[in-house]
């Protein structure tokens, strides 16, 4: 599984938290926070994929690429409707699981005063196997 975010901008990256829920909300996993350090990030596309080589950066800049999810900050609170965070960040806690059904993405700022956006949307890409 990978999930891309597309053309992502923020003002203080190092703020954003990104939650990924998928249709049994008890699963779900922290993919970014507190990455990306102080710098602008200006229309950033990352791939996110466990298999990556490295990790998203915790200092900047955050740049376009293939990382693996990270979560550099503690434990992050996400408001409602958003559940709460199970804990962990890699996307291989839905492994074996049943994807079909509504995913979300929570995104919030965990400090304020800065702007950002999302506005290419976001992509889910799964691979299943045949069980045998």
Do not use: K, R
């Amino acid at each position: 599984m990978t999930v891309q975010l597309n053309n992502l901008s923020h003002t203080f990256p190092d703020d954003i938290d990104i939650l990924l829920v998928g249709p049994v909300t008890t699963q779900n996993a922290i993919i970014m926070s507190d990455v990306g350090g102080g710098g602008d990030a200006v229309n950033v596309t990352l791939l996110l994929d466990d298999d990556a080589p490295t990790p998203l950066p915790d200092v900047g800049p955050l740049v376009s690429g293939t990382f693996q999810p990270a979560n550099y900050g503690g434990p992050e609170a996400f408001p409602p409707p958003a559940p709460a965070p199970a804990g962990g960040s890699a996307l291989s806690i839905f492994n074996g699981s049943n994807p079909n059904g509504l995913w979300s993405l929570y995104i919030v700022d965990d400090l304020g005063g800065d702007v950002g956006s999302l506005a290419g949307g976001w992509e889910l890409n799964i691979t299943t196997c045949e069980f045998q």
